[in-house]
């Protein structure tokens, strides 16, 4: 994974979503205007596997979490190429619900 800025958009059957992260050293780390995201990254080649956990820092009950649940931990597995990475997978806490996200790069 490309150190730097990212854009992601994610769906699940809930609905879907938007945000920034920033990766760098096996890290990310970011959020959008309902959540947090923290997590850490590997990659071999042109595969990528994500484990990102949520935190809830806006209590704004129109911000409906995706899962349901304020906190998940997203187990994700994915392709990268050029400046874009394409991601699958579920949330320990809710399996049966199956999330899809794009990642962007903006900047490093």
Same mark, same amino acid.
């Given at each position: 994974?490309?150190?730097?800025?990212?854009?992601?958009?994610?769906?699940?059957?809930? @609905? *879907?979503?938007? =945000?920034?992260?920033?990766? #760098?050293?096996? !890290? %990310?780390?970011?959020?959008?205007?309902? $959540?947090?995201?923290? @997590? *850490?990254?590997? =990659?071999?080649?042109?595969? #990528?596997?994500? !484990? %990102?956990?949520?935190?809830?820092?806006? $209590?704004?009950?129109?911000?409906?979490?995706?899962?349901?649940?304020?906190?998940?931990?997203?187990?994700?597995?994915?392709?990268?190429?050029?400046?874009?990475?394409?991601?699958?997978?579920?949330?320990?806490?809710?399996?049966?619900?199956?999330?899809?996200?794009?990642?962007?790069?903006?900047?490093?």
């Amino acid at each position: 994974m490309r150190d730097g800025l990212y854009k992601v958009d994610f769906h699940t059957v809930h @609905g *879907t979503g938007s =945000g920034v992260i920033y990766a #760098i050293g096996g !890290k %990310v780390r970011g959020g959008n205007s309902g $959540f947090a995201f923290i @997590g *850490t990254y590997t =990659g071999d080649g042109d595969r #990528i596997s994500v !484990k %990102v956990s949520t935190q809830r820092h806006n $209590f704004d009950p129109n911000l409906k979490p995706l899962f349901g649940v304020d906190v998940v931990t997203l187990t994700l597995r994915g392709t990268m190429s050029d400046d874009m990475i394409d991601l699958e997978g579920t949330a320990l806490q809710v399996p049966g619900v199956h999330f899809k996200a794009v990642l962007t790069w903006i900047a490093d």
